[in-house]
């Protein structure tokens, strides 16, 4: 079946705009995160989605970035006034479950966030 | 200090050769992921562990829980396999992101 598919794949916006990345995930993964791989850097947690539950926000790095999953399935992480520092590659993964024991994740491809 | 260290950071092989790639962690887990990201970027889940060990062609995932240690083992190595491995815990009590260390390049050579 299909996996995790994110769009767009590059996206290079002006210093200032917004942007919004979308993440379709595996169908019947009730679990959603959304991670952040800076250049030279590790992968970190951005935001936390499972089922009708409240998201977990807490790797969000400023108020600037919020995330919506709509009808439990596609989801858009939303950067305002971006900055230079949040260029990045936004990954988005997806597992059947998050609960404690865990599920693999699936990851998508990535978007390639270049804000000059 | 991170919560996740890997070693090495890099790591070179001539083909033929057994590699381990080595994980610690410092908090409680309730599972360990080990990640495969190629250069184009794409991450693919190679194991989610909790206990024990387990195999899946030519790589072998352990863990040691009360060491809070895993190693990533790859036999007859291939340049297919030159990758960044990444180790990745999901704490206990979490919902569920993980935490990752800052990953191995490998390159292997023929």
């Known amino acids: 079946g299909a996996g995790v598919s994110q769009s767009p794949s590059n996206k290079v916006t002006e210093k200032g705009k917004d942007v919004e990345l979308r993440c379709d995930p595996i169908?019947?993964?009730?679990?959603l995160y959304w991670y952040r791989q800076s250049l030279g850097q590790g992968l970190e947690f951005l935001i936390y989605?499972?089922?009708?539950?409240?998201?977990?926000k807490s790797g969000l790095p400023s108020d600037r970035f919020s995330a919506e999953r709509t009808g439990g399935s596609v989801s858009t992480l939303t950067i305002q006034r971006t900055q230079q520092e949040d260029s990045a590659v936004y990954l988005c993964?997806?597992?059947?479950?998050?609960?404690?024991?865990?599920?693999?994740?699936?990851f998508g491809p990535g978007t390639r966030l270049t804000v000059t | 200090k991170n919560e996740v260290e890997q070693s090495p950071q890099n790591l070179t092989a001539q083909e033929g050769e057994f590699i381990t790639i080595n994980c610690s962690y410092s908090?409680?887990?309730?599972?360990l992921h080990w990640l495969q990201q190629h250069p184009g970027g794409g991450i693919v889940s190679l194991f989610m562990?909790?206990?024990g060990k387990k195999k899946h062609g030519r790589l072998i995932a352990t863990i040691n829980i009360q060491e809070k240690h895993s190693s990533l083992h790859i036999t007859a190595s291939h340049p297919r396999d030159s990758a960044v491995y990444i180790c990745?815990?999901?704490?206990?009590?979490?919902?569920?992101?993980?935490?990752f260390g800052k990953g191995t390049k490998l390159s292997v050579k023929p």
């Open positions: 908090v409680g887990i309730s599972a």
């Open positions: 562990l909790s206990s």
């Open positions: 990745a815990v999901r704490s206990r009590g979490s919902q569920g992101n993980l935490i």
């Open positions: 169908s019947g993964h009730t679990a």
């Open positions: 993964a997806s597992s059947l479950g998050g609960r404690a024991g865990g599920y693999e994740q699936y």
């Open positions: 989605f499972q089922g009708n539950s409240a998201p977990d």
